[in-house]
Structure formats: C-alpha cells, structure tokens
C-alpha cells in the first residue's frame, strides 16, 4: 500500500514539474499571467494537470487536455469548465461521483472505482496539442493504466483520446486494434485486458450542438456500470 502511494506520489510529482513541451510550456504559464477577465482573482494553477480519482478504480476516463481556463486554472481534471459542467453532473447521477459540482480542489468532489486522466497534461492553445506534444506526454498515462491494477473498463472522450489509447495498447499487445470511432461503441483490447467504450467528447462544441446530448452521455455510462456488474 505505502509502495503503491509513493508510486502514485511520484508519478504526480514529475507530470506536476514536467517541461518537456516548450510550447505548452510558455503558454499555460501566460495563461495563468494574463488570466481571463472573470477570474483575475484567481490564483491560476498554470501547472501540467495529474490524474484525479480513485486509485482503485475499475473505470478509467481519458479525456483530451486541460482547458485554458478551465483545469489549467484549477488543477484538478475538468474542473472549473463547461465540459466538466456536463460530465460530473452524468458522473454523479451514475454513481461514480459523490456530487454534481466541480469548482476547484477544494470542493470536496469525490470519485468512487473512477480515475480521470488525459493525453496531454498542459492546456495547449486551440485546444490542439501537437503529435509530438502527445508522444511526450504519453508515458504519464500508460503510468497511470500500470497502477491501476483493477481496470475494468477505460472510456475514451473524444477521437485523439481513443486514437492515442489504441496506440498504448497496440504497442503493448502487438495487435492491430483497428477500430472505428463511433460514439457508444465497446471494443474488447484483448484478453484480461479493459475494455474500451469511445464517447464524443463533452466538449461546448458537442454539447451545444447536440452532438452528444444527456441522455446519449447517461447511456454511456450506464453501458459502463453494466459492464462492471457483468
Ligand atoms: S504536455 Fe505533458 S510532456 Fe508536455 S510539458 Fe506538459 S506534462 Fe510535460
């Protein structure tokens, strides 16, 4: 146990100081300058985002990268944009977070048998991290699917978080694992292995389009605690 907490401590350690994306670099750390004219009040975090969760969750969520104003300022995963407006709500009526809310980190969220990652720990601009931005920032969440020795099922938000899972668990199976991208789609990464439920991102743009929608948002994870249950 004590083990695993240093591992986990690590690991935080070195994405929280990590600089390898001069890019990034340079602008998460003007974003935090600058700031957002409704929270200039705001001490922004500024920092590479980790993980967030249960570290003996079953589901792991792999989301994109933080959102300028959004973990960027707060530090902890979806918290404090729109995105996570509509992704804790569905967490919560699932049964995997114990409220509604996502502020800041000291809101008192909670998730249970859910661990929240991304590909890319640094807000980039336009939302766009670049290739090789992904391939340095990797390793953290291949870390993280390492720890967690109970996954069950990880679900992807979005088509660069399915595309880059798919590459994690090719380079470890030698398997082609070709899938499609199809929201609710559920593909089976191997023997004992998770498995993978694609969703469209909870983006402002999906939201507000109807793109993703509530209802197709709660099916998700309803398919997901059916899976645990099965
Ligand atoms: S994106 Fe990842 S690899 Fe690049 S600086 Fe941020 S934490 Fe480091």
């Known amino acids: 146990m004590t083990e695993n907490h240093d591992l986990w401590q690590g690991l935080d350690n070195a994405v929280i100081s990590c600089r390898k994306c001069p890019r990034l670099v340079a602008w998460r750390e003007e974003v935090a300058q600058v700031k957002r004219r409704a929270y200039l009040e705001w001490d922004y975090w500024g920092k590479p985002v980790p993980g967030f969760g249960d570290r003996e969750a079953r589901v792991l969520v792999v989301g994109l990268a933080p959102g300028a104003h959004g973990s960027n300022r707060t530090g902890r995963m979806f918290t404090g944009d729109s995105s996570g407006d509509f992704l804790y709500p569905a967490l919560f009526n699932a049964g995997f977070a114990n409220q509604p809310q996502a502020v800041d980190r000291e809101d008192g969220l909670q998730l249970a048998e859910m661990f929240i990652s991304a590909v890319c720990r640094c807000a980039p601009p336009g939302n766009k991290p670049k290739a090789d931005e992904i391939s340095n920032c990797l390793p953290y969440l291949e870390s993280e699917i390492d720890l967690l020795s109970r996954l069950k099922v ?40 998770p498995w993978l439920i694609a969703s469209y991102h909870p983006s402002r743009q999906n939201t507000q389009t109807g793109r993703l929608t509530e209802v197709m948002f709660a099916e998700m994870w309803d398919t997901v605690n059916a899976l645990l249950d099965g």
């Open 154 to 193: 990880i679900v992807v938000l979005g088509r660069i978080a399915f595309d880059q899972t798919l590459r994690v668990f090719r380079q470890r199976t030698g398997e082609k694992l070709r899938f499609d991208f199809k929201h609710l789609a559920v593909h089976r990464l191997g023997e004992n292995l």
